[in-house]
């Protein structure tokens, strides 16, 4: 079985970084209860151009470049890797592939058998990681983002990693909310996430 993984805020702690970043560089007082929608631009409320020069410092920051595994995921990925093969599918802009490799072989080394990335979200269809999962034949996709859930469950099912961002009353059939690496460990231990009905 072959399991698709986002990386930003379900590998690593990208979120953690960005604010302790911003609230250095601009003197704000931002929290991650604040960010409640996926588009940052909603969430700082800012014009999407500033937003993604804002972005574009971030990625040549030492909080960038420190960024720390997701607490749990370092283990949870070498239990994984033993029994699936398992894909990292990120939607991080292109020019950082090799930071993001160099990030992958510091804390996952030889975990992934594929990497995807996409380009950040204002460049590319929010489909493409469904498209991704289809042609990749994956079964399972780790995601934080609600709307990249919900594209995906067409065809994939999906495990959630909850965030203030991704709330929905409402979840597709074949999207299962988790709070932490040890609940995704459950639910694909467990096969419970493989009983959702299509």
Known sequence: MRIGIDLDDVLGDHMGQFIIFHNRSYKT?????????????????????ETRRHLEEFYKSPEFFGTPPMNGSVEAIEILAQKYKLVVITSRPKEQAKD??????????????????????????QKKKA???????????????????QDCSTGTRVILYDAPW???????????????WGDILKMIGSKSIFCIKR
């Open 29 to 49: 007082t931002l929290e991650r209860k604040d960010f409640t929608s996926f588009n940052l631009s909603k969430s700082l409320e800012l014009p999407m151009e």
């Open 100 to 125: 993001t490799i160099d990030w992958l072989d510091r804390y996952f080394p030889n975990k992934f058998s594929d990497f995807y990335l996409l380009g950040n979200q204002e460049s590319y269809s």
């Open 131 to 149: 498209h991704i999962c289809i042609y990749d034949g994956i079964s399972l996709l780790i995601e934080d983002s609600l709307e990249n859930a």
């Open 166 to 180: 991704n709330q929905s009353e409402n979840l597709p059939q074949m999207v299962h909310r988790a709070y932490s």
